[in-house]
């Protein structure tokens, strides 16, 4: 499978913990954007790469939150001291050099904080 | 700010049922437009896009003209099939004027039933 690639699928912890997610995106692939969906709405941006550059961070991403693409390949997206507000799940995209305007998305990375 | 204003959900129509879903956007210059499709248990997937205004988008029946007097990008197709059923959001960015990160509105779900 070449498309991209999240890690873990589905997260279950308790409120105060920390977790990372993974994200693979697609072989070539230089820009790389990760997004938060909760029920009911769209996706919202939170950050994006290219390559190992951190171009833009969103509001939301609260200093809890930190990204890394250390390579420029895979990235890590890790919230620390998790609250139940930050249940969501967590979607991660690739774009090719040059594009199209498209974004591959992966099929996310489900955080459940109890 | 961008911003992205899809018709509330959810959508039921039986099937061969012709469907619009309303989209409508606020945005400086001139955006790039999208429809994305979630089906159950899958990523995100481009559906269609137009880049500029009077572009129509199409693909597996579906189409999109991009309206830049009414500011609208609203998505059609004549004859719904059960495997329509899904999740469709409206989204747009500012490439190729900048990068490929999407403003998404809150998704509009669908269900065709036979």
């Known amino acids: 499978d070449t498309g991209v690639s999240q890690n873990p699928r589905h997260k279950i912890t308790k409120r105060g913990q920390n977790v990372t997610f993974r994200c693979d995106p697609i072989s070539e692939h230089n820009r790389l954007y990760w997004y938060r969906q909760t029920l009911g709405q769209g996706p919202e941006f939170l950050t994006y790469?290219?390559?190992?550059?951190?171009?833009?961070k969103s509001r939301l991403l609260s200093d809890r939150f930190s990204a890394e693409r250390p390579k420029g390949s895979f990235s890590t997206l890790e919230i620390q001291r998790t609250e139940q507000g930050d249940s969501a799940m967590y979607l991660c995209a690739s774009s090719p050099r040059g594009g199209t305007g498209e974004l591959f998305f992966g099929e996310g990375s489900r955080l459940t904080v109890l | 700010g961008n911003s992205v204003t899809q018709m509330e959900g959810p959508v039921t129509l039986s099937e061969e049922a012709f469907l619009t879903i309303n989209c409508t956007y606020t945005a400086t210059g001139y955006p790039s437009l999208f429809w994305y499709v979630q089906y159950p248990g899958e990523g995100l997937q481009l559906l269609l896009k137009?880049?500029?205004?009077?572009d129509k988008g199409s693909n597996k029946g579906f189409e999109a003209t991009y309206r830049k007097e009414t500011t609208s990008f609203h998505l059609e197709k004549g004859s719904v099939q059960v495997s329509d059923s899904a999740v469709y959001l409206c989204?747009?960015?500012?490439?190729?004027?900048?990068?490929?990160?999407?403003?998404f509105g809150k998704g509009t779900k669908l269900t065709v039933n036979p």
């Open positions: 137009a880049t500029k205004a009077d």
């Open positions: 790469f290219q390559n190992e550059a951190q171009l833009e």
């Open positions: 989204a747009l960015t500012k490439w190729p004027g900048g990068s490929e990160k999407l403003v």
